[in-house]
Structures are given as structure tokens and as C-alpha cells.
């Protein structure tokens, strides 16, 4: 199995560019189901997750081709609007493919969605199959898959009990060429979603209050297609921000839009971590000490789930005591055990609230990454520990973040990948 052998209490220096966001990707590549036209992207990233969601849709059907850092996908003639089970339950986001299929052929079946194993009781559907009935599919489970068939898509007023990303994007693309105005109460906000139905609109849907909390979407009989270009990956500029603030370094993250961080930046300045913001970069500066502060993930705008794990990582060295207080996924700060075996004084309260009295030295062990953001805050840890840190289980990794051991060895870690 593949790992990641790191040399600890590294300095980091230079710059380092952020790659495209992987949770835009995830949607945009189902949404080109939508049109009949051909769409092209831009600034995906290389990343496991990207290459099973082009797999799946190569497996419709779709035609695909790549050109100069640029994708072209045709969704003209697809073959079927049956999910291959063996690939869809592979990874979480094959749930994305389910709306834009509904959408347009009226029918569609899918496996139970794979993915990291964060939430209770796997990652449940709930959300997506109340609001599916409440577009008018009737819905049956046969074999171990969902069969979803509608005689027409109706719009609906519909209210979403939890603030979920993916169900709202799932919606907005199910609603696009329903018929009427489809109203979305308690909607998710973040970044993704604004990008996704930007694009939408230009081809032709109407969409209004992406990034509120409240969206409408009046149905039209087709959408066109065109150019999208993914948006920079937030959670990755964050870590990078986090890893320089944990070595001390300067570090410069480019093509990146700190507006999206600002949950963490804000945490940052206050702890005495000072960064500079120049247009589409962020510089952090290399800082003697900082405090600790207290977390509570929170849907965006607030400080994303997605970087709990690595801001942990920080407050492990940082000066006091601190409550990190994960209220998304319940099975998300379990990575800490490793945290305490590497020698940070952590207590665990329950499965959603940690203590951390901080700074502690800590020291390299042989790790496994249990999920890709846990995975990447191993990453983190290991970089100031002393001595050697083994990671296994790096495919966690490797779905998210891009070449990520060439690109950090080119900003000082010392980080090595055995095959
Ligand atoms: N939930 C349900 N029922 C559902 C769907 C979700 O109970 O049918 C619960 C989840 O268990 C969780 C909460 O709702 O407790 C929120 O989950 P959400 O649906 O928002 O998560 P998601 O849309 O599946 C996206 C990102 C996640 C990110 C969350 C932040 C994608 C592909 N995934 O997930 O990204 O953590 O939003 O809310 O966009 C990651 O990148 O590491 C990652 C897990």
C-alpha cells in the first residue's frame, strides 16, 4: 500500500498555487448531463474523485476528450440513465449524477453513494429522496438500487430540513427544466453553489439567490452549455494557510480567493497570525507564537467542517487550552487518537467536542489517514513533529488534494512517497 514517509520540524518557503476547488468539479461534470450541447472545462483538478466522476459519465455514454489542460464533454446521445453500480458506489458525489438524469430523461437508478466514512451510519440519502417525491418521482428500491420514474417533473415549494451542499445543488439541477417556479427554503450557501448556477444561468436557466438562503428556479424547456472554469479549492487554500502558520513560515498561496476563508483568516489574525491579501493571493508571515482559540464548524459562511481537521492539527501547538466542536459529521474527530498517540494533550468530551491544552511537542508514528481532510491534518501534524512520520491509506488523500507530496516538497517538506 502506498505511503507517505515525512521528516518532520520542516520550514516552508515560496509560493504554492491552488488547484481547482474538487467539490465545484464534483457537480459541474453531472450538470453537463443537463444540456445536449458540449461544455469545456477548465482548472480540474488531477484527483481521484474527478477521474471516477469522468468514468461514470463515460460509462453513460458521454463523450470525453482532453485537450491541453481543458475537457470537453459531449452528453448528446447517452446510452442509459442507469448508474453502473460498481463504479457509483465507489465514491459520495455519484449522488450528483442522480438530479441532472432525473432532469432530463425523467428516470434514472443508482447504488447507495459511496465516499469517506464521516457521517452516522455511513452517509445517509434522506434529504435526496424526500425532495426527489417531492418533484413527483415515485421512487422503488429494487436489487440494492434506487429506481427513480416521473411522468414530468413538477415544480414544488420545498424546505430543507438540514442545510446540506449537495442537496441543494442536486435540486437546483432537478428544478432547472421542471415545469413552473420551484421555490428551495433553507438552502446551503456556499461558494460551489454560487459557481454552479452562475454558469446554469448563462446557458439559459433562471436562477435566482445562489448564496442565499432562499432559491428560485423558474423551469425552462432546455439549456444550452459552454465554458466553466473551477473555481480555486478553499479547503486547500486553507491548509496551506494552516501549514504555514503551524511551521512558522512565510508562505504565498496563489490563485486562491481568501474571501472564502474569511471564517479562518479572522480566527487567524485574532490568534496572531498576520497574513497579507494582494487580489487573487495570500501571504502568510512567519509568526513567533499563537494562541489558542475555540471552533464550531458551521455551513458556509462559517468556519467549514472541511478544515476542522487541520485547524486541530494547529491548536496542538498553539498557546492555551481550546474547544473544537464539530457539528456536521459525528464520526469526524475520531482522527484525534493519532494526534494523542503522536503526544498532544487531547480530551475528548464526545463525538463532537474535543479539548486541547496546548503546546505540546509531538513525535512521528506510523499513521493511517482515515478520511481525506483527517489525512491532510496528518500531513500537518507530521510536519512539526519530531522525527519520522509514516502515513498509510494516502488514497484518502490523494481524492482530494493534487500531486500533493510534489507540491509541498517544492515548498520545503521534506516528504516522500513509496509506492
Ligand atoms: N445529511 C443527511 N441526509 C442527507 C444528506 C446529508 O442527514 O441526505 C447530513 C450529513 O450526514 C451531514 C449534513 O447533512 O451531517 C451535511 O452534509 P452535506 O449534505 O452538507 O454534505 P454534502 O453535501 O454531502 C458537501 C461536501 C463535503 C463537505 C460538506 C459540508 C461535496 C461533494 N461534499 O458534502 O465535502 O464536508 O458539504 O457541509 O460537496 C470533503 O470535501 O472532504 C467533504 C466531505
Not at 16 to 30: D, F, H, M, Q, Y
Not at 184 to 209: S, V
Request: one cysteine or more.
Amino acid at each position: 500500500m502506498s505511503k507517505f514517509i515525512i521528516q518532520g520540524q520542516t520550514k516552508l518557503s515560496g509560493e504554492i498555487t491552488v488547484k481547482g476547488a474538487k467539490n465545484s468539479a464534483l457537480k459541474i461534470i453531472p450538470a453537463s448531463i443537463l444540456s445536449s450541447e458540449t461544455i469545456s472545462l477548465k482548472n480540474l483538478p488531477h484527483i481521484e474523485d474527478i477521474k471516477k466522476s469522468l468514468e461514470l459519465l463515460a460509462d453513460l455514454g458521454a463523450v470525453i476528450k482532453e485537450e491541453d489542460e481543458q475537457i470537453s464533454i459531449s452528453c448528446r446521445n447517452l446510452n442509459t440513465t442507469d448508474l453502473n453500480p460498481n463504479l457509483a458506489n465507489k465514491f459520495r458525489a455519484s449522488i450528483m449524477f442522480v438530479g441532472p438524469l432525473l432532469a432530463r430523461f425523467k428516470q434514472v437508478s443508482f447504488p447507495h453513494p459511496g465516499g469517506c466514512v464521516i457521517g452516522a451510519g455511513g452517509r445517509p440519502i434522506d434529504l435526496f429522496i424526500e425532495g426527489f417525491q417531492a418533484f413527483g418521482a415515485d421512487i422503488k428500491v429494487e436489487d440494492g438500487l434506487y429506481k427513480l420514474k416521473a411522468k414530468k417533473i413538477k415544480a414544488c415549494q420545498h424546505f430543507f430540513p438540514l442545510i446540506s451542499v449537495t442537496a441543494t445543488e442536486t435540486f437546483i439541477m432537478t428544478a432547472i427544466l421542471a415545469e413552473g417556479t420551484t421555490t428551495l427554503y433553507n438552502c446551503a450557501m456556499e461558494p460551489e453553489i454560487k459557481a454552479l448556477t452562475d454558469y446554469l444561468n448563462k446557458c439559459g436557466a433562471k436562477i435566482r439567490g445562489a448564496g442565499t438562503p432562499t432559491i428560485t428556479i423558474t423551469g425552462v424547456n432546455q439549456i444550452s452549455a459552454g465554458e466553466f472554469t473551477v473555481i480555486p479549492d478553499r479547503i486547500e487554500t486553507g491548509s496551506f494557510a494552516i501549514m504555514a502558520a503551524i511551521t512558522k513560515s512565510k508562505l504565498i498561496i496563489n490563485n486562491c480567493i481568501p474571501e472564502h476563508i474569511l471564517a479562518l483568516l479572522t480566527i487567524l489574525k485574532k490568534i496572531g497570525i498576520n497574513y497579507q491579501i494582494n487580489n487573487n493571493s495570500l501571504t502568510i508571515l512567519p509568526n513567533k507564537n499563537f494562541r489558542a482559540h475555540d471552533i464550531k464548524t458551521h455551513e458556509y459562511p462559517g468556519f467549514p467542517t472541511d478544515l476542522q481537521s487541520p485547524y486541530t492539527v494547529l491548536m496542538t501547538q498553539a498557546n492555551g487550552k481550546s474547544l473544537i466542536h464539530e457539528t456536521i459529521y459525528n464520526r469526524r474527530l475520531l482522527f484525534v487518537d493519532m494526534l494523542s498517540q503522536m503526544g498532544a494533550d487531547i480530551v475528548m468530551c464526545d463525538p463532537h467536542r474535543v479539548v486541547i491544552h496546548g503546546p505540546t511537542p509531538l513525535i512521528g508514528k506510523q499513521l493511517t489517514s482515515p478520511d481525506l481532510r483527517a489525512g491532510i491534518a496528518m500531513i500537518i501534524a507530521a510536519m512539526v513533529a519530531q522525527g519520522k512520520t509514516e502515513i498509510d491509506n494516502i488514497y484518502q488523500i490523494d481524492r482530494g488534494y493534487e500531486k500533493i507530496d510534489q507540491r509541498l516538497s517544492a515548498i520545503g517538506v521534506n516528504i516522500q512517497r513509496n509506492s
